[in-house]
């Protein structure tokens, strides 16, 4: 049985996509040199048009995928062949994604998510807009067919929903952002992404500073030029503020291309996400999978009035670590009026909780461990190059951050939800329903033992390893009575 091919575009998609690594090759021999590196650049340019142009079109001629009734196949591969089965049943989320040149030339990249995976189990790119919703739609129906074969689960699935006339359902939002509200979202955000990419390349191409500066500072700024060039300390103030301003509209451009057009609707026991400017993106986020809810904010945010909801889910999407972003940028009746629609009344416990502090003995063994560590290092430093003592400076710093750290470190418990909460500049809440509760451990350093303090460790599901839920110096007896309660039947 003859597969599906991807649409013939799929060829100019993935040449296009290939230019910006031939330009990065080619950028010295553009530049105009003729040293033996541009000779070399010039040959691995030659080798990679010699290799990857017909790489593409044999990818393209060997791909096919079918879909029957009971999996989704794909064989792919140019000198490996590769024959992935996916189980209907096994799916739980088809995210539909479409870059510009993509939604120019009306394709889309459609990428499968299983209960175990933590990148997609297979992707189909490129294939015509209207075919990628018909595949989701195919995909849902045949999971729907089989769900009622077993009789396993009445109601997973709701009833058909009206379409818009282009294979995606319209459904009530439950929450959307308006470009206002998504580009006040990007005016909390620093982001030193396009940073990094403006400094390696400039470091690649070696610019000559001087011409770089008369080029930078033209018509009403050019006096500026004469500033920096006569003192060094005014070079590099101006230096840190272009570095802060670009940061600063780094990242209102990038949450505005993520986030344009954020809207979240809730389909029976799944949440439906779109949003993205220059890539657009459709995804699922099955309610079953979730295991934590976060809140997350940060001093600035927090005196407006703003919050971010994120679902911890199973990891499925290793771009996002395994959370999903169900409120970007809201106010805290927006993530109230979410966490009761999915997890009822989430929400209203959230605003409710009654904060147990940890102990104050947090306090000193921050001030203790984060000034020994500036001494000894600023000293360690300085000893070679005496301008590193002044880190020193820095030293009472420490005392309002280990002042706002107690503040915002806490717990609370009620029948059904377990929460802890810390961070100085990010502020992160974590509402772990009880159920969902993998292993509790309690953890006691050196140094903790002498003050009679522990750590408790809750762990989920997907849990993050960079930032975990972990309540941290609470006294030995609440930790052993909160191990105790949380494991009690």
Do not use: C
Not at 344 to 349: I, Y
Not at 364 to 387: D, E, H, M, Q, Y
């Amino acid at each position: 049985m003859d597969g599906r091919r991807l649409h013939p575009l799929t060829l100019v998609l993935r040449f296009v996509t290939s230019l910006p690594a031939l330009v990065f090759i080619l950028l010295p021999v553009i530049m105009g040199g003729a040293d033996a590196v541009t000779w070399f650049n010039l040959s691995i340019a030659v080798l990679y048009g010699i290799v990857v142009l017909p790489w593409i079109a044999v990818f393209y001629l060997r791909f096919r995928y079918w879909i029957t009734d009971r999996e989704v196949i794909i064989h792919s591969g140019v000198l490996t062949r590769r024959r992935r089965n996916i189980p209907i049943e096994r799916i739980q989320n088809i995210d539909i994604e479409q870059g510009l040149l993509s939604r120019m030339l009306g394709t889309a990249k459609v990428a499968i998510y299983t209960a175990g995976g933590s990148q997609a189990e297979g992707v189909l790119e490129f294939v015509l807009l209207g075919e990628a919703q018909d595949i989701r739609a195919v995909i849902r129906e045949k999971q729907k067919d089989l769900v009622e074969e077993d009789s396993a689960t009445s109601g997973m699935f709701d009833a058909p929903v009206d379409g818009d006339g282009h294979g995606t359902p319209v459904r009530p939002a439950l929450f959307d952002m308006s470009p206002r509200q998504v580009a006040l979202a990007g005016a909390f955000r620093f982001s030193l992404l396009y940073l990094a990419a403006i400094y390696s390349v400039l470091q690649y191409i070696n610019p000559d500073p001087t011409i770089l500066l008369e080029n930078a500072l033209r018509g009403p700024l050019k006096p500026l030029r004469a500033e920096i060039e006569a003192s060094p300390w005014f070079a590099g103030l101006a230096a840190f503020l272009t570095a802060v301003l670009l940061g600063w509209l780094s990242g209102v451009l990038l949450t505005i291309n993520k986030y344009h057009g954020f809207r979240l609707e809730r389909d029976g026991r799944k949440l439906h996400r779109r949003h993205g400017l220059l890539t657009r993106t459709e995804g699922t986020i099955p309610l079953r999978r979730v295991q934590t809810y976060i809140v997350r904010t940060n001093p600035l945010m927090r005196k407006f009035g703003w919050f971010r909801l994120e679902l911890q889910t199973i990891g499925m999407d290793t771009r996002e670590a395994g959370f999903h972003v169900a409120v970007p940028f809201g106010r805290a009746s927006d993530v109230v009026h979410v966490l009761n629609d999915v997890a009822d009344p989430l929400g209203s416990t959230w605003e409710q909780l009654e904060w147990q502090p940890v102990s104050p003995l947090t306090t000193r063994r921050f001030l203790v461990r984060w000034g020994l560590f500036i001494v000894v290092a600023s000293g360690s430093v300085g000893w070679f190059w005496t301008p590193a003592l002044w880190a020193l400076a820095v030293l009472p710093l420490l005392f309002p951050l280990a002042a706002a750290r107690f503040r915002n470190m806490g717990w609370a418990r009620t029948d059904d939800v377990f929460a802890v909460r810390r961070g100085i500049l990010g502020k992160h809440t974590w509402l772990i329903p009880v159920h969902k509760l993998q292993t509790i451990s309690l953890n006691a350093t050196w140094f903790q033992r002498r003050l009679g303090l522990e750590t408790l460790y809750v762990d989920t599901a997907g849990a993050s390893e960079v930032s975990p839920a972990i309540l941290v110096d609470v006294t030995r007896p609440v930790g052993e009575r909160l191990m105790a309660d949380l494991y009690a039947p």
